[in-house]
């Protein structure tokens, strides 16, 4: 219900490529690449047996913990058995962290040592690479991993934070991309992944990081026509049109 | 007034003996008994009806101490602490107060402070108190959590806690009980002094209110005192003083004083005397027969609006109270319709902006209005003489509530209250007939006595090591003084005291964190000042809903004038363009920017009218019995109008009705679709509950639910399936508040409610403060449905999680009822096989898809609806 002013361009319907997928996700396409959303937030690139997941923020709960606020200390925990299902379901070749996996500078250093070991495994007998994002600046110190600033794979560009304008063949996250739908019953407020074929921005993965509607303006301007949300619901993902998506 | 038979010269000092016979007044009978139990060091009750003199009963014995007090030239702190459960209620005594006090010329201090109060004004009565303070529960909580506290509250002689009977049963009450046994602490000479309207059990209420000194800090000459003669005596002279309650003279000042134990103060535990004051005339209530017929379905009681504007045209002032703010909208936009003779009638609810409403208030106590339509904002309290009629729109849900909204009718105690009761639909009908009859009876339903919640205990410990350190053991029995807590466990202490250092979790990782700390000393302290005062920022029991302000849209998309306050639930139902009614005017919504709901006027539009205006209140469990009662009894059929009497004959010969202790089932088909329809008459919430348990029955039985619906009366199933040869006795079985509560509750959107009520109020996440967030960028606030999940998983057994069950099983879901209901029908299903609907099944069948349905289920559907639009729009 927010100033229409957010809306990205104003063109007729058009019709997505987006088919159901027998795990509850969506396929579709961004670019040139085959792209399976899955239930979870995360980002399958089946050809090249790749998997990115955005905007871990581990170690957001003792973040609150130091400034006072006993948040629970299971955030981390709780995002690493998400990614560990994942990569259980779908033994990925390449595990791509897509920028803020942890929380602020310092969260390293709080990790719990068998949260630290978990992520071990997880990068065990496959690559895994930690894109940088404005919370993680230095990538990881004691952990595995490859450390980048953008890369690029099966045409597509992957970097944190989504460039201003158009940017065709880009898939970041960043934003934290939620989608609030409104009917008759009333309305759900869910992350989402949103796209408009060309560019794909990832929902936050982590088990505590919050979302931005994707009405609010800092998405405006980020996509050649309206674009699609792709909700997260429960064990399916939802495709939703612009024009029933409404602002906080 | 009436003349006393009690000597009042020995208890009222000439000053005050003369002010009364200048007023042309003589003290009454407890307000006198209240200066004696004052003289005599004891605690005490009072419960009289509105108009008594209550107020003054409560503070005339610390007027009297006060202006014999020899002068001093250092000031002497304060001396007496008022606590109302309203703002309004704390400023409009403070004002009562002061007239007395300059009229007697005592030279009293007596000054209000509550959230409104200006903060230099608030400044300055922490550094210089006045003599008497009037504040709310939650001002309270904030001066014990300052430093200084002890020293704050160590001349104080006497606390008076007006309105009692709506603090006691909640949230509010458990921190008031608890900040009453900290500066018992600080002031051993307290007295403890409660004001209340007319109960069902007065013995509730000074349970607890009284101090449960624990047995740890008595010594052995007061033990032999605590023995089990005194309470006996206790028990007894109740026993003749609840008899006083038949006197019908209500004109005859003969108040009984009912003494608890006589142990001394200071340390050990107090019982409280209980004061009444006269029983007021009988009211007059009518249940109002329309000449329209009674509507099948629906809250608004539109087709009785002519009727009760005629009503309110031969009165004098009328108080037309509703159930939620959008009746009131509605009822006061119909009412403006009708009004030919442009009678002055206004607006007061909890949305309205505090101006309006002060200006509301004004205007009422000037005698310039004929009528306020109003919610239960106006329950309490605000003395406006010239009341004559309250109007109840729509049913009132409990007698004890409708006894004190009539109260406000008639601030005489000689003269009869009058009300009239409008029913808004055929149940209705029934309801108000049962609470007429139970008024008359004098029978009112209670709250029970409550347990004491641990997520306010964490509050308060944080409170108290805000404000000096504490020992843990001296703490624990402390709390246990408080009547809410007297059953602590120390293991349920101790958690609560880890959770509020560390947060109590499994995985210690948060030891480097704690925000108190055990010193050297053996106590505990707050972690550092900025901790202290972030704590000060989120004192408070009541956690409401996020609220968005209404504004005048400006242009630019700027919000102008504020309008009032609306919950967010409230404006997610409407789209922008669409109108609504918001404090007497239809509007049409423009948008929602950040806090603001912007709005333009749209006079002479057509208002939408949300369709789920039901109440707020649910049905009292002894109201329900006495409408089950009502529907059974056919010779008393004929006290309702024709069209509800023909309906309930028509209830008889096509399907049944069923009785009192039985419940009606019915079942037949409609359209593709097989329905269930029971009548459990438990109220919505339980009705709620019950549906959920029964479609996960229905479920496994293979009988392919589809979908509910419930009102305060009824609830209906439909499915796929015929149900009538299932076996009801296995269906309604109470084993279904074992697994199947419990695996439905962990999953239920009203446990994620609970948990967020619980995690504020502890301390757990910080209360948000319109301003306070973000305007725009990413999102940084975290949801507490997050951490719930998070939690649920890796640590079940947490403190917080534990809290919001009991809340969700007591206030969202009613359980308890839903219990005792289950085992009232056991073995009592009436079942009645259908060809059609039933009469008594129209109402219910009426309100389906007017409902709105959380929960998975409900956000999958909805989200599948926007699918279904994508899908129409990619074909279109």
Redesign the interface.
């Known amino acids: 219900?927010?100033?229409p002013s957010s809306s990205p361009v104003a063109s007729a319907?058009f019709?997505?490529g987006f088919a159901a997928a027998d795990c509850g996700g969506l396929r579709t396409r961004v670019g040139a690449a085959e792209a399976l959303l899955r239930c979870s937030g995360a980002l399958w690139l089946a050809a090249e047996r790749c998997l990115v997941v955005a905007d871990l923020h581990l170690e957001?709960g003792?973040a609150y913990?130091?400034r006072?606020?006993?948040?629970?200390?299971?955030?981390t925990?709780?995002t690493l058995r998400r990614l560990a299902v994942e990569i259980e379901a779908l033994t990925p070749a390449t595990v791509i962290l897509l920028g803020d996996t942890f929380h602020d500078r310092r969260s390293e250093s709080?990790l719990?040592a068998d949260d630290a070991e978990a992520l071990r495994g997880l990068a065990r007998g496959r690559t895994l690479i930690w894109v940088i994002g404005n919370h993680d600046a230095d990538g990881p110190r004691a952990l595995p991993g490859e450390v980048a600033d953008e890369l690029t794979l099966a045409g597509l560009t992957l970097r944190h934070e989504p460039r201003a304008g158009l940017n065709p063949g880009e898939v970041s996250g960043?934003?934290?991309p939620?989608a609030r739908?409104?009917?008759t019953?009333?309305?759900?407020r869910?992350r989402c992944f949103i796209t408009d074929a060309e560019r794909l921005i990832l929902p936050a993965f982590g088990?505590?990081?919050?979302?931005?509607?994707v009405r609010?303006?800092?998405f405006a301007g980020l996509f050649a026509r309206p674009p699609?949300a792709a909700?997260l619901?429960?064990g399916?993902v939802?495709?939703?049109?612009w024009?029933?998506l409404v602002?906080? | 007034m009436a003349d006393s038979a009690v000597p009042a010269a020995d208890l009222l000092p000439p000053r005050f003996a003369d002010w009364f016979a200048s007023r042309g007044w003589s003290p009454r009978a407890h307000q006198l008994a209240m200066i004696e139990r004052a003289r005599a060091g004891r605690d005490a009750v009072l419960i009289a009806p509105t108009g008594g003199g209550k107020t003054l009963a409560g503070f005339l014995p610390s007027l009297i101490d006060l202006a014999e007090r020899s002068p001093s030239n250092t000031p002497r702190g304060l001396h007496t602490l008022y606590i109302s459960p309203l703002k309004a209620l704390a400023v409009d005594v403070e004002r009562n107060l002061n007239t007395p006090i300059a009229q007697m010329g005592l030279g009293v201090t007596a000054e209000s402070r509550t959230g409104d109060t200006g903060i230099s004004r608030r400044q300055r009565q922490r550094v210089k108190p006045p003599e008497i303070l009037l504040t709310t529960p939650e001002q309270l909580a904030l001066l014990c959590a300052w430093e200084g506290a002890r020293l704050y509250f160590e001349n104080l002689e006497c606390v008076i806690l007006d309105e009692i009977h709506t603090l006691h049963a909640s949230k509010r009450g458990d921190l008031l009980a608890l900040d009453l046994a900290r500066i018992a602490q600080f002031a051993p000479r307290m007295r403890r002094v409660g004001l209340s309207a007319t109960v069902d059990d007065p013995e509730v209420i000074k349970a607890w209110m009284a101090n449960h000194g624990s047995v740890d800090v008595i010594g052995p000459a007061v033990a032999p005192l605590q023995g089990e003669p005194s309470a006996r005596r206790t028990e007894g002279v109740s026993a003749t003083d609840s008899a006083t309650d038949d006197i019908p003279n209500a004109g005859e000042e003969t108040p009984s004083v009912a003494p608890g134990d006589t142990s001394p103060r200071g340390g050990g535990s107090s019982t409280v005397d209980l004061v009444r004051g006269p029983a007021g005339a009988e009211p007059i209530v009518e249940v109002l027969l329309s000449e329209g017929r009674v509507p099948w379905a629906g809250h608004t009681a539109q087709h009785a609006m002519a009727e009760v504007y005629d009503v309110i045209r031969k009165s004098r002032t009328a108080l037309v109270f509703v159930n939620t703010r959008f009746q009131a909208e509605f009822a006061f936009q119909e009412l403006w319709r009708l009004n030919e003779d442009a009678l002055p009638i206004a607006l007061h609810h909890g949305s309205l902006a505090a101006e309006q409403r002060r200006k509301v208030e004004a205007a009422m106590a000037r005698g310039e209005l004929r009528a306020v339509v109003c919610t239960s904002t106006l329950d309490l309290g605000i003395d406006w003489g010239d009341v004559d009629l309250v109007i109840q729109l729509a049913s009132p849900k409990g007698a004890s509530r409708m006894v004190q909204r009539i109260g406000r009718a008639n601030h005489r105690l000689d003269e009869p209250s009058r009300a009239i009761f409008v029913p808004a639909n055929r149940f209705e009908m029934l309801e108000c007939q049962a609470a007429r009859e139970a008024i008359a009876e004098n029978k009112l339903d209670g709250d029970p006595p409550r347990v004491g919640a641990l997520d306010v205990l964490a509050q308060h410990v944080m409170g108290c090591a805000c404000s000096e350190p504490f020992d843990l053991l001296a703490l624990y029995n402390e709390v246990r003084s408080a009547g809410p807590y007297r059953d602590l466990a120390w293991e349920d202490f101790e958690q609560v005291v880890d959770?509020v250092s560390?947060?109590g979790?499994a995985?210690k990782?948060?030891d480097k964190?704690r925000?108190i700390v055990k010193g050297q000393d053996g106590l505990w302290r707050v972690?550092n000042a900025?901790?202290a005062q972030?704590h000060r920022l989120n004192v408070g029991a009541i956690v409401s809903p996020a609220v968005l302000a209404v504004r005048i849209a400006m242009r630019g998309?700027r919000g102008g004038r504020k309008i009032g306050e609306i919950e967010e639930g409230m404006i997610?139902?409407l789209?922008?363009g669409e109108t609504f009614v918001f404090a007497g005017q239809v509007w049409r919504?423009v948008?929602?920017?950040n806090l603001d709901v912007l709005v333009q006027a749209a006079p002479g539009a057509d208002p939408k009218m949300p369709s789920w205006g039901g109440s707020k209140f649910a049905l009292s469990t002894y109201l329900a019995q006495r409408v089950r009662q009502l529907m059974t009894d056919q010779p008393h059929w004929q006290v309702l109008p024709a069209d509800v009497r023909e309906w309930l004959e028509a209830q008889r010969d096509r399907s049944l009705i069923p009785e009192p202790d039985e419940m009606l089932l019915e079942t037949f088909a409609r359209g593709h679709r097989q329905f269930m329809v029971c009548y459990p008459f438990e109220g919505r919430l339980a009705h709620t509950t019950l549906a959920m348990l029964l479609t996960r029955r229905l479920e496994r039985a293979g009988a392919g639910p589809l979908g509910f619906v419930c009102n305060d009366y009824a609830l209906a199933v439909w499915a796929v399936k015929p149900m009538d040869g299932l076996d009801f006795g296995e269906l309604f079985d109470e084993d279904m508040l074992g697994d199947d509560l419990e695996a439905w509750l962990a999953d239920s959107f009203m446990m994620k409610r609970a948990f967020k009520g619980c995690a504020i109020i502890a301390g757990?996440?910080?209360r948000r403060f319109p301003g306070q967030e973000q305007k725009?960028?990413?999102?940084?606030?975290?949801?507490t449905d997050?951490?719930y999940?998070?939690?649920r998983?890796?640590?079940p057994d947490?403190l917080l999680l534990r809290c919001a069950r009991d809340d969700a099983a007591t206030g969202l879901v009613d359980v308890a009822r839903l219990g005792q209901m289950l085992s009232r029908i056991k073995g009592r299903i009436r079942h009645s096989a259908l060809e059609h609907l039933s009469p008594f099944s129209v109402p219910i069948l009426l309100e389906i898809g007017k409902?709105?349905?959380?929960g998975?289920a409900?956000?999958?559907?909805?989200?599948?609806?926007?699918?279904d639009?994508?899908i129409a729009?990619?074909l279109?």
Do not use: C, W
């Open positions: 219900m927010s100033a319907s019709a997505y957001k003792s913990a130091a006072g606020q006993m948040l629970p200390p299971y955030d925990r709780e709080r719990a960043h934003l934290h939620a739908v409104k009917a019953r009333g309305a759900v869910r088990a505590y990081a919050g979302g931005l509607n609010d303006a800092a699609l909700a619901g429960f399916r939802h495709a939703v049109g024009r029933s602002g906080d | 959770f560390t947060g979790y995985l990782n948060y964190f925000r972690r900025e901790t972030r998309g997610e139902m789209e922008p919504l948008g929602v920017t757990l996440i910080e725009t960028g990413r999102q940084i606030t975290f949801s997050l951490i999940d998070t939690l998983r890796h640590q947490h409902e709105r349905s959380p998975h409900g956000e999958t559907m909805i989200l599948r609806e926007a699918e639009d994508l729009e990619a279109g």
